[in-house]
């Protein structure tokens, strides 16, 4: 009796520990919307704090008191190569100039609570993904849109429209608000009601992202609701393509002279400083965190401006193989599954993230940032494909 006893608590305690990751879950992506910039305290680590609280803590009380959950995150195809690509990182801590290893070591552990905790309170059922990016993309939207009314400007004084707290930088939020566009878009809705709010909240978002002037989302949000729709059939697929490719076009010529205007951005200068950087630690890398300065046109920049460019200076060739492997099975696993939504969701995403990282979002490995709504979020998600077959051409759900 005792025994079962004991079981029945462990199942309440781990019911209650899901739910309370759920709404960490929540806090993850409304958090960094919402939070106000120039308080009295840092809205950053406040941010941190309460996602300490609502999604790590519980997670690893979770995999402490269900030792064998952890085994529905070690079945992932791309899990492995995760946790090598982590490890590396936290062995290069050992010759790294970073001064704060342990903050390092913190931020990969923080993805691994993350990718499990995203498994223990998602369960695998796309209903549950539908509603959290629904209320987050809710969150974004509003956010966005009080942005817009106070004009936000990007912290670098710019003029460049930005968002909130940890999103206080154009190029952070457009990334994020492009994400949101994705999660708003993906799902169908019936309710006449609900499909005009889910195209203003598209609308919104989408105005946003160009008035934050970063090209990159621009060409990434472009390219990743085109890959969208082309993975849909029918009229209404056909129509959708042909509307963004019109849309598409008008909006280059109608920004052509921002477009020219602002050349490079110095990005092929600093592409060619980077792997003078790696040449110099090729196989170790300076160490995850290392501290390094990139002197291009007057600037002093303290990161590469591209993903794979800051994980072959960290990381050296491992780093930057495993990151690929990793990046590459995500996009295979999206298509491999592009006939179901969420399939299509996690390959637009891939692709939205894979434009913009080229100029913009450096850090992989990190504390949650915008971020990881394009690396991190589409890696959980694909844990969720596969649990039935993709559907064949023609029989789209949607």
């Known amino acids: 009796m005792q025994v079962g006893h004991d079981k029945q608590i462990r199942a309440d305690l781990g019911l209650w520990l899901r739910r309370l990751l759920r709404f960490g879950l929540m806090w993850l992506f409304a958090g960094m919307a919402v939070l106000p910039a120039g308080v009295s305290y840092n809205p950053g680590h406040f941010y941190q704090y309460v996602l300490g609280l609502t999604l790590y803590l519980p997670a690893l009380l979770l995999l402490v008191l269900q030792p064998g959950s952890f085994a529905l ?135 946003f992202v160009f008035l934050t002037f970063t090209r990159s989302a621009w060409g990434g949000l472009f390219a990743a609701l085109l890959v969208f729709c082309l993975c849909q059939h029918g009229a209404r697929a056909r129509w959708q393509v042909i509307a963004l490719l019109v849309l598409g076009c008008a909006g280059a010529a109608f920004t052509l002279p921002d477009l020219t205007n602002r050349g490079w951005s110095l990005r092929p200068e600093i592409l060619r400083n980077s792997w003078q950087l790696f040449q110099q630690h090729p196989w170790l890398g300076m160490g995850q965190g290392a501290v390094f300065n990139i002197d291009v046109g007057g600037l002093v920049l303290t990161h590469a ?94």
């Open 305 to 398: 401006h591209n993903l794979f460019s800051q994980l072959a200076i960290e990381l050296g060739v491992p780093g930057l193989l495993m990151g690929l492997v990793v990046w590459g099975m995500l996009g295979w696993r999206g298509w491999q599954h592009r006939y179901e939504v969420l399939g299509r969701l996690v390959l637009s995403t891939w692709v939205l993230a894979t434009i913009i990282v080229q100029f913009d979002l450096p850090h992989l490995i990190d504390s949650p940032r915008p971020t990881w709504l394009l690396t991190w979020l589409p890696l959980a998600m694909s844990f969720s494909l596969g649990g039935r077959e993709s559907q064949a051409p023609g029989t789209d759900s949607t």
């Open 73 to 207: 995150l070690w079945r992932q195809p791309s899990m492995k190569w995760v946790l090598a690509l982590l490890s590396w990182g936290v062995v290069s801590l050992a010759w790294s100039t970073t001064a704060h290893p342990s903050s390092e070591l913190g931020r990969s552990v923080s993805i691994v609570l993350f990718l499990y905790g995203w498994t223990q309170a998602i369960e695998g059922k796309e209903d549950y993904i539908r509603r959290l990016l629904t209320c987050a993309g809710v969150v974004m939207t509003l956010a966005a849109l009080a942005a817009m009314l106070v004009f936000q400007v990007d912290d670098h004084g710019d003029g460049r429209l930005s968002a909130f707290g940890v999103m206080n930088n154009a190029n952070l939020a457009a990334a994020a608000m492009a994400a949101a566009v994705l999660w708003l878009s993906a799902w169908t809705v019936e309710a006449v009601r609900y499909r005009i709010a889910q195209a203003v909240a598209v609308a919104v978002l989408v105005l």
